[in-house]
């Protein structure tokens, strides 16, 4: 099996996402208003209340989870590691774990690639085939390759 190449990708917000999370949203509207209404709650009862509630409060906490989702960066892979850097943070090694992908997109979640950095929460990026189409191809192979084994290396950034 060949090895998959160095690629190096332009992440930035995708339309995907914005359908995805306001699709999620959305479902839980509803399941909050089938279950009222299933459960014969009054609209003028707490209970009522407090389901209605809770899909409006998750909206707006999915809703600054989004906001906080970086604009625009740069994922890279060396062949040995992932690398993401972005106008808010220097170059760091990363760990990729694949969340959810079609042929023309993927949701990642990347976590700092030191074990011993857990102050910092995971980063949500959505990547779309149309950012950078010449290079969808040499992306997908290096999220599902292997790395090459080879001696360790330093900390520093490529």
């Not at 479902?27 to 709650?41: D, F, I, M, R």
């Not at 220097?90 to 760990?95: D, E, G, N």
């Not at 990547?127 to 189409?133: E, F, I, K, Q």
Request: charged fraction near 15%; proline fraction near 6%; hydrophobic fraction near 50%.
């Amino acid at each position: 099996m060949h090895n998959a190449p160095s690629v190096v990708y332009p992440v930035g917000r995708c339309a995907w996402c914005d359908v995805l999370f306001m699709a999620l949203w959305l479902a839980g509207c509803g399941a909050a208003l089938l279950t009222v209404s299933a459960a014969g709650l009054g609209w003028d009862s707490w209970r009522a209340r407090v389901l209605m509630l809770a899909p409006l409060l998750a909206g707006i906490a999915a809703y600054r989870a989004y906001r906080a989702l970086p604009r625009q960066g740069q994922l890279q892979w060396d062949g040995h590691d992932w690398w993401w850097s972005s106008a808010q943070a220097q170059t760091q090694a990363v760990r990729l774990r694949v969340q959810l992908a079609s042929q023309r997109y993927l949701l990642l979640c990347l976590d700092g690639a030191d074990l011993h950095i857990t102050a910092q929460p995971p980063r949500w990026l959505c990547l779309c085939a149309a950012s950078a189409p010449m290079r969808w191809q040499a992306l997908r192979c290096a999220v599902y390759s292997r790395a090459v084994g080879r001696a360790p290396h330093s900390a520093a950034s490529p």
